[in-house]
Each structure stands twice: as structure tokens, then as C-alpha cells.
């Protein structure tokens, strides 16, 4: 049984084809992530399905409802984080839940009840009745994203919600996402960043200019792309040739003194100690998003 | 029902604010009576009215009528705002009526505005200008005010759901002035060139300013023409013209979000 199903979705903005024939297919209790550039249709998808906008052509269904003829039931079943977070900055964080509760149609003291539960799952119980304008940029977003858990919903859309947010915030936002889809809530996460996909999805669709163009699990899709990099920078005790030579086959930068391999990190140790090379630097280099793109599409951006 | 449940929270939503941010609204307030003191105090001495009588007397319910129509600002702003946070979109990916959004808007700013009124009503009273008619004819005066204000939150509603750039509600914060000065607010109009006095004549602020006029037994500035007989019912029927052309074109405006 598929919680999110979105079959042939097509639409129009002028000559941009945002949604080109975009399918999905995701089962419940599981993160699933959506995987693409800026442009490439993740957010006209999430809205589709969120029923905030129609879509000229196809079907999609949320927690069997059908987006299009049972929008007010589908809204019952879901959470909407978007790409800002939605919440009241005037207000304090406990102030916006209860308001997002009560429209919800909970009762007062529901939404204050809700509220206060939310607030301690996602750590914010302190800074309750503060402002929200003097929350850091990862408090903003676990509020946010705990406003849109107040029915507990089949399911919650995250449109890019690391966007913008430093290591330490992104992790705290990382672990909510693990938090929500623990409670069994399915989630739909957009995103740019291959390595947030690897962390929190089980299964991943990379989506470019409207349509799904591959998809699978975080492990088979970096099989597909290429395994990991190694990048040595080499000291100036070291000749740049003599490491390039024993590491082999090798990209040379001679500018910055660095050589970079396809190869596991231990295996450069192990080759680097055997020929008592000590480098200045040694730096793991996951394939980045558009290395992605030219391994699992063919088309370089 | 919900829907207006939806409105009443979101109402709540804009008194808290006042809770945690009184100074916006204080600012707000303290703009108007800034603009009635310039006008009635320094400009004041200079103006003479067709017809006679004293100029805070003539210029207190036009300062009234022009808040109310400044407010059409704070409206667009608001929408937009919102719009602009995602927080539209989250209400609308939300279980409730699609009329909850300007429900609340509905709610707050004709608080805010009754209020507002309210202040200017006291700081007239305070600087020497008075009611000398019924108490009845000055309620109704005050209810055309707000009715005023009711239209002009719908073009706010449609601007902000319409154009969701900074640059729409910058354009609305200019453009409200020549409309607000082109009118009898603040001069007679029959002070005016005769062209430029027929416009001002017609627009719907000069109405109310002319209607709560008469009903709080002021002296009008008007000797003849369509203000002289009709304002009351100009002061009525303007407001309820652009509500009922703006109501269907917010609504429209916000299905086509979905577009």
C-alpha cells in the first residue's frame, strides 16, 4: 500500500515544463527522499501533492485520497514544511503551536496540551515563551516543522528544510526528521544535498527538469555515481610527480599541490605509509550533486 | 461556521501581537496625530473655508477618514507578509475554509482600526473640536467611517494575495497619498481648480469626509454640487461598490494561487 502515489504529473508555467510526466511511488513509514538541483521541480511536486496547486495532467493520491476531488481530507493527513519556516516570528513558540493547533480545530486546552508535548520532543520547551524572531535558524525550523505534526499526519513534506542552516543546526534539524518518521509518519524530503538524502532516506528519486530520472537506494545510487575520492595534499618535502606516480591513476593539481584518486581512504593510507609519504592534508570527497547528475543522467550542468 | 472560528484565532493572532509589539500600532497612532497637529496647527492658520467655520472643526473628520483609508497599507502589507513567510501556504495546506485567511484580516484590522479611531476621536476632543449633533447621527458617522475602512480592506486583501513582491505594497504605501490629498480630507474642494475639484468630489473618501461632517455637525466646506445634498448616501454607497467589486476579485485571486 503506497501512502504517496503521483502517476503521469505534468504542469505548465508559460514555456517551463515544471512537472514533465513526474511518477511516485512511496510506501508508508518510510523518508524518502527527493534528490535535484535548483529548478529541477522538486517544490511544484511537493505543492502537487500538498494540494496547494493543480496540475494540468495525471493523478496523485495522498493516504488514499485523491489531491485534486479530496483536497480538505488530504489536508487532514498532512504537514507542509516549505522552503521558509511558516511560523509567526512575533509570537512566542508555544503561542504558535497552540494558534496552528486551534485552526487545526483542536480545543483550547488540546492545542495548549499538543503544544507542550511538541515543544519537549523537539527541545524547545525553554524557549517556549520567547519570540520566535530570537530563535536560532534550527530552532525556527524544529518549531516548523512541529507545527506541521500537530494531527500527526500519514504525512509530512519537507522542502529543502537544511537549506541555509549551519553543521550544527542542520544535525539537530536531521535528527527531528529521524524523530518524525520513528513516530511512523511518512516523509517526503526535498533536497540539493546528495549527503542528506544518504543520511535520512531509505529509498531516493532524482528528479530533473520535472521527471524522476533515477532511483533506488542511498548505496545503489553512489554504486551508480562512483565511490568515494581521496584527496592528498602533498607537503613540499614530497615531490608532487613521485606521489601521483605511486597513487596511479591520479588527477594532479599542481597549483594547489594536490592528488586526487578513486580509491577507499585506507588504501591510500596503506600506499602512502608503504613509501613513507606524510601528506599535509588527506581529505575524503564524497561525489558531489553534479557529479551525480553526469553519472546517473548523462548531462552535464 | 469553522470558517469563522478560523477568522476569530487569527483575529487572536493580531491582539497578540499588539501584546508582544505594541510600538507598530502605537507608531501607527501616533502618525495620524502627528498629521492632524501639522494640518490643524500649522497649516490650519493659512486655509480658509467656503461657507465659514473653524478649520480643526472642518479637519477632524477628514483625519478620520483618511486613517480609515490608510489603512488599505497595513492591509496589502499584512497579506503579503504572509504571504511571502509561507505562512499562506502552510493555512492553505491546512483543514480549514478558504474565506478563514481574510476572515482574520477582516477581524484583526477593523479592530485595529476601531481603535485607531477611537484615539483620533479623544485627541480632537483634547484639541478644541467638537460634536455640536445627536449622539445617534455621530454613531452612524462612525459607522460610515468603518465602513469605509471594511472596502478598503478588500483592495488591501486582493493587492497583497495579487502581487506578492515588496514593490505592490510599496506602490500602495505612495499611491494612497495623492488619493488621500485629492479629496476633500483635508481642503474644501471648492477651493480647487474646477477640474481638480470635480475629481476630488468623486472620490469615495471625500464622501465620508463630507458625510461625517454633517452627521457630527461640522462645518463641510461644501456650498453646492453633489456633496452638498447626496454625501450621506455616497458615504454608503461607494464603500459598498468597492466591496462588492473586491470581494469577488480576492476570492478569485486566491483560488488562482492554485494556478
Given at each position: 500500500?503506497?501512502?504517496?502515489?503521483?502517476?503521469?504529473?505534468?504542469?505548465?508555467?508559460?514555456?517551463?515544463?515544471?512537472?514533465?510526466?513526474?511518477?511516485?511511488?512511496?510506501?508508508?513509514?518510510?523518508?524518502?527522499?527527493?534528490?535535484?538541483?535548483?529548478?529541477?521541480?522538486?517544490?511544484?511536486?511537493?505543492?502537487?501533492?500538498?494540494?496547494?496547486?493543480?496540475?494540468?495532467?495525471?493523478?496523485?493520491?495522498?493516504?488514499?485520497?485523491?489531491?485534486?476531488?479530496?483536497?480538505?481530507?488530504?489536508?487532514?493527513?498532512?504537514?507542509?514544511?516549505?522552503?521558509?519556516?511558516?511560523?509567526?516570528?512575533?509570537?512566542?513558540?508555544?503561542?504558535?503551536?497552540?494558534?496552528?493547533?486551534?485552526?487545526?480545530?483542536?480545543?483550547?486546552?488540546?492545542?495548549?496540551?499538543?503544544?507542550?508535548?511538541?515543544?519537549?520532543?523537539?527541545?524547545?520547551?525553554?524557549?517556549?515563551?520567547?519570540?520566535?524572531?530570537?530563535?536560532?535558524?534550527?530552532?525556527?525550523?524544529?518549531?516548523?516543522?512541529?507545527?506541521?505534526?500537530?494531527?500527526?499526519?500519514?504525512?509530512?513534506?519537507?522542502?529543502?528544510?537544511?537549506?541555509?542552516?549551519?553543521?550544527?543546526?542542520?544535525?539537530?534539524?536531521?535528527?527531528?526528521?529521524?524523530?518524525?518518521?520513528?513516530?511512523?509518519?511518512?516523509?517526503?524530503?526535498?533536497?540539493?544535498?546528495?549527503?542528506?538524502?544518504?543520511?535520512?532516506?531509505?529509498?531516493?528519486?532524482?528528479?530533473?527538469?520535472?521527471?524522476?530520472?533515477?532511483?533506488?537506494?542511498?548505496?545503489?545510487?553512489?554504486?551508480?555515481?562512483?565511490?568515494?575520492?581521496?584527496?592528498?595534499?602533498?607537503?613540499?618535502?614530497?615531490?608532487?610527480?613521485?606521489?601521483?606516480?605511486?597513487?596511479?591513476?591520479?588527477?594532479?593539481?599542481?597549483?594547489?599541490?594536490?592528488?586526487?584518486?578513486?580509491?577507499?581512504?585506507?588504501?591510500?593510507?596503506?600506499?602512502?605509509?608503504?613509501?613513507?609519504?606524510?601528506?599535509?592534508?588527506?581529505?575524503?570527497?564524497?561525489?558531489?550533486?553534479?557529479?551525480?547528475?553526469?553519472?546517473?543522467?548523462?548531462?552535464?550542468? | 461556521?469553522?470558517?469563522?472560528?478560523?477568522?476569530?484565532?487569527?483575529?487572536?493572532?493580531?491582539?497578540?501581537?499588539?501584546?508582544?509589539?505594541?510600538?507598530?500600532?502605537?507608531?501607527?497612532?501616533?502618525?495620524?496625530?502627528?498629521?492632524?497637529?501639522?494640518?490643524?496647527?500649522?497649516?490650519?492658520?493659512?486655509?480658509?473655508l467656503p461657507g465659514g467655520g473653524?478649520?480643526?472643526d472642518y479637519l477632524l473628520p477628514g483625519m478620520l477618514a483618511l486613517s480609515m483609508m490608510f489603512g488599505v497599507?497595513?492591509?496589502?502589507?499584512?497579506?503579503?507578509?504572509?504571504?511571502?513567510?509561507?505562512?499562506?501556504?502552510?493555512?492553505?495546506?491546512?483543514?480549514?475554509?478558504?474565506?478563514?485567511?481574510?476572515?482574520?484580516?477582516v477581524?484583526?484590522?477593523m479592530?485595529?482600526s476601531a481603535?485607531?479611531l477611537?484615539?483620533l476621536i479623544?485627541?480632537?476632543?483634547?484639541?478644541?473640536?467638537?460634536i455640536t449633533s445627536d449622539p445617534a447621527s455621530a454613531a452612524l458617522a462612525v459607522l460610515l467611517l468603518l465602513l469605509l475602512r471594511f472596502s478598503v480592506l478588500w483592495i488591501?486583501?486582493?493587492?497583497?494575495?495579487?502581487?506578492?513582491?515588496?514593490?505592490?505594497?510599496?506602490?500602495?504605501?505612495?499611491?494612497v497619498?495623492?488619493i488621500g490629498f485629492l479629496s476633500t480630507a483635508i481642503v474644501s474642494a471648492e477651493t480647487m481648480?474646477d477640474w481638480l475639484g470635480a475629481i476630488a468630489a468623486w472620490n469615495p473618501l471625500s464622501a465620508t469626509a463630507t458625510a461625517a461632517r454633517q452627521l457630527f455637525g461640522n462645518p463641510t466646506g461644501v456650498t453646492g454640487g453633489v456633496l452638498a445634498d447626496g454625501a450621506v448616501w455616497l458615504a454608503l454607497a461607494w464603500p459598498l461598490v468597492l466591496t462588492a467589486v473586491f470581494v469577488p476579485l480576492?476570492?478569485?485571486?486566491?483560488?488562482?494561487?492554485?494556478?
Open positions: 500500500m503506497n501512502t504517496l502515489i503521483a502517476e503521469g504529473l505534468r504542469k505548465r508555467y508559460g514555456d517551463l515544463h515544471a512537472l514533465d510526466g513526474f511518477d511516485l511511488h512511496v510506501p508508508a513509514g518510510v523518508i524518502h527522499g527527493l534528490l535535484g538541483p535548483n529548478g529541477a521541480g522538486k517544490t511544484t511536486a511537493v505543492k502537487a501533492l500538498a494540494t496547494l496547486i493543480n496540475v494540468d495532467e495525471g493523478r496523485a493520491s495522498v493516504a488514499g485520497f485523491d489531491v485534486r476531488t479530496q483536497a480538505p481530507q488530504v489536508r487532514r493527513k498532512i504537514g507542509l514544511i516549505g522552503q521558509n519556516a511558516a511560523v509567526d516570528e512575533v509570537l512566542g513558540g508555544r503561542q504558535n503551536l497552540v494558534m496552528f493547533g486551534r485552526l487545526y480545530g483542536l480545543s483550547k486546552a488540546d492545542a495548549l496540551a499538543r503544544a507542550n508535548e511538541l515543544l519537549g520532543v523537539f527541545g524547545l520547551s525553554e524557549a517556549a515563551g520567547r519570540a520566535v524572531s530570537t530563535y536560532s535558524g534550527g530552532m525556527r525550523r524544529r518549531l516548523d516543522i512541529a507545527a506541521g505534526l500537530i494531527l500527526t499526519p500519514a504525512v509530512l513534506f519537507l522542502d529543502e528544510p537544511t537549506t541555509g542552516l549551519d553543521p550544527r543546526a542542520r544535525n539537530e534539524v536531521w535528527n527531528s526528521i529521524r524523530e518524525v518518521a520513528a513516530r511512523g509518519t511518512t516523509v517526503l524530503l526535498t533536497t540539493q544535498y546528495l549527503d542528506e538524502a544518504d543520511q535520512l532516506a531509505s529509498q531516493i528519486s532524482v528528479i530533473d527538469h520535472g521527471r524522476v530520472v533515477a532511483g533506488g537506494s542511498p548505496d545503489a545510487l553512489k554504486r551508480q555515481v562512483g565511490g568515494d575520492r581521496v584527496a592528498v595534499t602533498v607537503g613540499i618535502r614530497d615531490s608532487l610527480d613521485e606521489v601521483a606516480r605511486q597513487l596511479a591513476p591520479a588527477v594532479v593539481d599542481a597549483d594547489t599541490r594536490t592528488v586526487t584518486v578513486s580509491a577507499g581512504l585506507a588504501d591510500v593510507v596503506r600506499i602512502l605509509d608503504k613509501y613513507e609519504i606524510s601528506p599535509e592534508d588527506l581529505q575524503l570527497r564524497r561525489p558531489t550533486l553534479d557529479e551525480a547528475f553526469l553519472a546517473l543522467t548523462g548531462d552535464a550542468r | 461556521m469553522t470558517t469563522l472560528r478560523a477568522g476569530w484565532i487569527l483575529t487572536q493572532r493580531e491582539l497578540a501581537h499588539w501584546a508582544r509589539e505594541p510600538w507598530g500600532p502605537v507608531f501607527g497612532i501616533l502618525f495620524s496625530i502627528m498629521l492632524l497637529l501639522v494640518f490643524g496647527f500649522l497649516f490650519g492658520g493659512a486655509i480658509n473653524g478649520y480643526i497599507e497595513t492591509t496589502a502589507t499584512a497579506m503579503a507578509n504572509d504571504a511571502r513567510k509561507g505562512i499562506t501556504d502552510r493555512f492553505r495546506s491546512m483543514p480549514m475554509g478558504s474565506a478563514s485567511v481574510a476572515f482574520g484580516r477581524g484583526a484590522d479592530t485595529n481603535f485607531e477611537l484615539v479623544v485627541g480632537g476632543l483634547l484639541i478644541g473640536w467638537r488591501g486583501i486582493f493587492v497583497g494575495l495579487s502581487f506578492r513582491g515588496e514593490g505592490a505594497t510599496s506602490a500602495v504605501q505612495v499611491l497619498w495623492p481648480p480576492s476570492a478569485r485571486a486566491y483560488r488562482k494561487l492554485r494556478a
